[in-house]
């Protein structure tokens, strides 16, 4: 058994790799490497390096090892700045999508996990995300990512041996091993660490919100807890089990940020206190996803907490500091 990891040599990407390495199924990924990195990838794990959007690329890969089966985890992942590049989002997300669907038509590969996000949801109407819940996304990443969902729905009406899965993902932090980490500048653990390892002060962006502490609540879940649930959702298409369309990989609580602050501060040992600035526009007051569908599907569980994630980020990024 053998399944493409698109994306493979990124940060969620590398950690859904070794997931399927424990579960005895063997990966080969396919990564250009414009934000992975090759030494994410274990040491005998087939490496193709190449752009998804060479359809014949992928094609060729899943041929050449047999292939069970696609998890795309490519792609252009910031919100903020697909706003400002909104038409590499799209090639990135929605052609790159389109060059996955039709190589696994041309191959004949009918299984499919595929990385969606949040932001489809745009800014909800409730506290507590329902994957039933409407989706409005406010971004060119988001819409992106919506549109990938529907690439996929559209699967089904011409391959009826299609099985197709959207996972949801919320923010996710944390590293399974010290050799992976979290090299993006938008996400929050790697921005606050590197300010504290260069001396400065994190900020808070609002502390006026309607929350206990006044900052906002976001829902942080560990990468190895959702490269898991990928490898569940694989191993039960293969299983010939029913999956729902999508699953919201999330906590059903969340943290706010200044919980996370604080947490940093406490495992971190660099004690601070984080600036307070004013509130970004768009950002919701609370957003957290109720995951009972996938804890009842795909083996959806959150095995670590606040402090574990903090800790293993803390660790991976200290390990290669410099």
Same mark, same amino acid.
């Given at each position: 058994m053998s399944w493409l990891v698109t994306g493979g040599a990124g940060y969620i990407g590398s950690h859904v790799v070794r997931a399927f390495q424990e579960a005895g199924i063997? !990966?080969?990924?396919?990564?250009?490497? =414009? $934000?992975? @990195?090759? =030494? &994410?990838?274990?040491?005998? +794990?087939? &490496?193709i390096r190449g752009t998804i959007l060479d359809t014949a690329l992928v094609q060729r890969a899943l041929t050449e090892y047999s292939c069970d089966g696609v998890v795309h985890v490519a792609g252009f992942k910031y919100a903020g700045v697909s706003v400002s590049r909104p038409l590499h989002t799209y090639n990135q997300n929605v052609t790159g999508t389109v060059s996955i669907l039709q190589a696994m038509a041309d191959a004949g590969v009918h299984r499919y996990v595929f990385s969606s996000s949040a932001s489809v949801y745009g800014t909800p109407d409730s506290e507590v995300v329902t994957e039933d819940s409407p989706l409005r996304p406010e971004s060119p990443y988001g819409q992106s990512k919506l549109i990938g969902e529907w690439l996929n729905a559209d699967m089904e009406p011409v391959d009826p041996a299609w099985q197709g899965v959207n996972l949801r993902y919320f923010n996710v932090v944390g590293s399974g091993s010290d050799d992976l980490y979290d090299t993006s500048p938008h996400n929050l653990f790697p921005i606050v660490f590197d300010m504290l390892l260069a001396g400065k002060t994190p900020r808070i962006n609002g502390g006026d919100y309607a929350t206990p502490d006044g900052s906002c609540v976001r829902d942080y879940v560990h990468v190895a807890d959702l490269?898991?649930? @990928?490898?569940?959702?694989?191993?039960?298409?293969?299983?010939?089990?029913?999956?729902?369309?999508?699953?919201?990989?999330?906590? %059903? $609580?969340?943290? =706010? +940020? *200044?919980?996370?602050?604080?947490?940093?501060?406490?495992?971190? %040992? /660099?004690? &601070?206190?984080?600036?307070? #600035?004013?509130? *970004?526009? #768009?950002? !919701?007051? *609370?957003?957290?996803?109720? #995951? /009972?569908?996938?804890?009842?599907?795909?083996?959806?569980?959150? *095995?670590? $907490?606040?402090?574990?994630? +903090?800790?293993?980020?803390?660790?991976?990024?200290?390990? @290669? /500091?410099?």
């Open positions: 063997d !990966p080969v990924v396919i990564d250009d490497l =414009s $934000s992975g @990195h090759a =030494s &994410f990838v274990p040491r005998g +794990v087939p &490496f490269a898991r649930s @990928h490898v569940a959702a694989a191993e039960a298409m293969m299983a010939g089990k029913k999956l729902e369309k999508a699953y919201n990989l999330g906590s %059903g $609580s969340g943290s =706010s +940020v *200044r919980e996370i602050m604080d947490a940093i501060a406490r495992v971190t %040992g /660099q004690a &601070f206190e984080p600036e307070v #600035g004013p509130r *970004r526009p #768009g950002d !919701p007051a *609370r957003i957290v996803a109720d #995951g /009972q569908l996938a804890a009842r599907d795909i083996d959806w569980k959150m *095995r670590n $907490s606040l402090d574990d994630m +903090v800790a293993s980020a803390w660790s991976a990024r200290r390990a @290669h /500091q410099g």
